[in-house]
């Protein structure tokens, strides 16, 4: 059973990193009448961080219900005396799954809320990966951070102002803020704006626990010509990897855009030991060099394009609350699938059997020990991921 559907009609653009995400941004909040819901995995209060934090300011102190909710481990560096001055300017900050210094190791404290999601007057949505962090500055001196976001309007955001109001009620419950939950303000019209086909595909730990999932597998499954899968941390279960190897050798044409700096070494490393696998089955492997990759998309068949905040791995398809949108569109599809092939071609290097620094016996005892420690730190937590899905 699929627990989305599709809404025809919207009006869906890509955004290219935050530099073009954070102005639209920006200006919507500042456009925004009645009421605003923000949730982001990662608020940096940095340059980037204070933009956004002026301008849910300046729109709840005239009026605007602001609703922004932090994940507690993400954003757990955002300064505490800045979050009381937004409470003082009306902004109402709900912060989900709190960690605190004397926080015991549990498994449910690993249940993160990743989503990136912001709907404005219920007219306007973005969806994508992108954090609230300035890439432009960082102290690696950087290019920013590859990775996509899109505006959304028309019927589709029904189903995103749903979904955004429910989070919500179910994390002030948890903090004890009925007060914070009360009729919308305002509702979607589900009047046409375009003519793209789209579904809001959430990942959550009831009823959407493999929805992402199943949508990736139910198109590679029927895949004839191409899939480009574009993921900062990839480590998919065994039918998630089946299925990109059986595409493959009935010949589909496979390519995998993933990380090629090290951001985190265990995850790194555990990628890359299925490096060898998945090259044997003809699968194209590119990891891009240029500065972090952060994107998580894909595009299918030249018709089929995801873009959203899950990764292919055991946080994001097992554990986080998650926010994807699924487009049928081809011309949306060409649009992201040349952005991908630009990177492909004149930002990533090709992996190969011969690549040494991969495939030297130091690394791959270092991604084989890496992957069995994820694999055996799952294990430990209660989660299967190599058969996660019914």
């Not at 955004?15 to 102005?23: D, K, S, V």
């Not at 709907?119 to 300035?134: K, L, M, R, V």
């Not at 995850?267 to 090259?279: K, S, V």
């Not at 071609?345 to 420690?373: D, G």
């Amino acid at each position: 059973m699929r627990n989305f559907h599709f809404a025809e009609n919207n009006q869906i653009t890509l955004l290219h990193n935050g530099a073009e995400y954070f102005p639209e941004l920006e200006a919507a909040i500042d456009k925004a009448h009645t009421e605003i819901h923000l949730e982001t995995y990662i608020f940096e209060y940095d340059a980037i961080g204070q933009k956004i934090t002026d301008a849910l300011k300046r729109a709840a102190q005239r009026g605007v219900a602001v609703f922004l909710l932090l994940d507690g481990f993400g954003s757990q560096d955002f300064p505490r005396e800045e979050i009381q001055r937004m409470l003082q300017a009306g902004i109402r900050v709900l912060i989900f799954r709190p960690e605190y210094i004397f926080s015991k190791p549990r498994r449910y404290r690993l249940r993160r809320m990743h989503r990136k999601l912001v709907i404005i007057d219920a007219q306007t949505a973005f969806i994508g990966g992108i954090n609230i962090i300035d890439d432009e500055h960082n102290p690696e001196n950087l290019t920013p951070r590859f990775d996509y976001a899109v505006i959304i309007r028309g019927p589709l955001l029904m189903q995103i102002h749903k979904a955004a109001r429910h989070l919500w009620l179910i994390v002030a419950w948890a903090h004890f803020k009925k007060r914070w939950v009360h009729p919308a303000a305002i509702k979607p019209s589900g009047e046409p704006c375009g003519n793209q086909k789209a579904a809001l595909l959430i990942r959550d730990n009831w009823r959407h626990r493999h929805d992402i999932e199943h949508a990736y597998l139910d198109s590679i499954n029927q895949a004839h010509s191409e899939i480009i899968i574009a993921n900062a941390y990839f480590l998919p279960g065994r039918k998630f990897s089946n299925a990109l190897k059986n595409a493959a050798q009935r010949g589909v044409q496979v390519e995998l855009l993933l990380q090629g700096k090290i951001e985190y070494r265990l995850q790194y490393h555990a990628t890359q030991a299925l490096y060898e696998n998945l090259l044997g089955a003809g699968i194209k492997i590119y990891e891009y060099n240029r500065s972090y990759l952060h994107a998580k998309v894909a595009v299918i068949d030249q018709h089929w394009a995801t873009v959203g905040s899950s990764n292919i791995d055991p946080f994001s398809l097992l554990l986080a609350r998650e926010a994807n949108v699924v487009i049928e569109d081809r011309e949306f599809a060409a649009t992201l699938r040349t952005s991908l092939k630009m990177a492909i071609e004149q930002q990533s290097v090709p992996v190969t059997p011969a690549s040494k620094s991969i495939f030297s016996w130091r690394n791959y005892i270092v991604n084989w020990l890496s992957f069995h420690i994820v694999r055996m730190m799952q294990g430990i937590l209660g989660y299967d991921w190599h058969d996660n899905t019914p």
